[in-house]
């Protein structure tokens, strides 16, 4: 059974840092891509970022807001996949979800099949 | 930047058929998946890859996308179907983008 569990959200400042992680069990850690997807309070989902396997490159791809701030990294030896936050912003306040990110074989679509249970930033003073 | 566009809601009486659509420029050009997230749940794929369902979503759920419009559509809507729906579309050039999500009530 594939499992993905957050941890380390909670409350922090503005301009303050804060560290996820996301455990997984139940599928090889090292072969997947990797995406952490948000959701504001009362809004609709946003993707953050993502990180390839090592076989792909290993490269992690953010979207704007966040470029520059945010770190995804993944330790293949513990299946565990981080989100490091730096900078935080009052926008950044939402619950941050780990997912696997599957690709067609042909690299030509993906998609988000497992989702953790999200764990809740919040960004306040 | 690209943007799909969600109706923010939709009402269906059960037993009858639901129509969620999402719409961008030349979406049908494009991969789309639909997610499924139940209040203080995490999301569920419903379908990817346009039309493609994974194992243990039920067949009444369905899912076409061609022009600009990609379209979700629940057969024999029940109950527990009452949920918010969101699309999500792929590319080389767009990355991820998800809808704006569209509110399912069965009434």
């Known amino acids: 059974e594939v499992q993905l569990v957050e941890s380390g959200g909670g409350l922090v400042k503005p301009g303050g840092s804060l560290r996820l992680s996301c455990a997984v069990s139940g599928f090889t850690f090292s072969k997947a891509w990797m995406s952490w997807v948000r959701q504001a309070p009362g809004k609709g989902l946003e993707w953050v970022g993502r990180i390839k396997s090592k076989n792909d490159g290993g490269i992690a791809d953010y979207i704007a807001p966040v470029k520059g701030r945010f770190t995804i990294s993944r330790d293949d030896s513990r299946s565990t996949l981080h989100l490091q936050m730096n900078s935080l912003k009052p926008e950044d306040t939402a619950v941050y979800y780990c997912?696997?990110?599957?690709?067609?074989?042909?690299?030509?679509?993906?998609?988000?099949?497992?989702w953790g249970q999200g764990t809740l930033i919040t960004v306040s003073s | 930047s690209y943007e799909l566009t969600q109706t923010p809601s939709v009402s269906v009486s059960p037993g009858q058929t639901a129509s969620i659509s999402c719409s961008g420029d030349?979406?049908?050009?494009?991969?789309v998946s639909w997610y499924q997230q139940k209040p203080g749940q995490s999301p569920v794929l419903v379908i990817y890859e346009d039309a493609k369902r994974p194992s243990g979503i039920p067949e009444r759920f369905s899912g076409s996308n061609s022009g600009n419009t990609a379209t979700l559509t629940i057969s024999g809507t029940q109950a527990m179907d009452e949920a918010d729906y969101y699309c999500?579309?792929?590319?080389?050039?767009?990355?991820?983008?998800f809808g704006g999500g569209t509110k399912l009530t069965v009434l």
């Open positions: 997912t696997t990110e599957t690709l067609a074989p042909d690299y030509g679509s993906s998609w988000f099949d497992s």
């Open positions: 030349k979406l049908g050009n494009k991969y």
């Open positions: 999500q579309a792929w590319d080389s050039d767009i990355d991820v983008v």
